[in-house]
């Protein structure tokens, strides 16, 4: 269920804002390409990441993973090996 990750890692009242503009949006009471609904859903989404960034909660291996780019896929061999 793809749904716990965007509400994971923020305050119960955000988590919660934007699981009702997600049903708002799918029973088309509100247009998600709006561009003050997006953002909104854009201002929560990043609140919802910062917090989990700082969190107390969150430990020091998680933070310095979130600060590092992300590598390549790196593949070792060629296309015709079976």
Do not use: C
Not at 29 to 44: E, R
């Amino acid at each position: 269920m793809p749904e716990y990750s965007r509400y994971a890692g923020t305050d119960p009242k955000t988590s919660i804002t934007l699981s009702r503009l997600k049903i708002f949006a799918e029973h088309g009471i509100i247009d998600p390409k709006n561009p003050a609904i997006k953002l909104v859903t854009d201002l929560l989404n990043e609140k919802r990441k910062a917090m989990f960034a700082t969190s107390e909660r969150t430990n020091e291996i998680t933070k310095m993973g979130l600060q590092m780019p992300k590598a390549e896929d790196e593949f070792y061999g060629s296309d015709t090996d079976t």
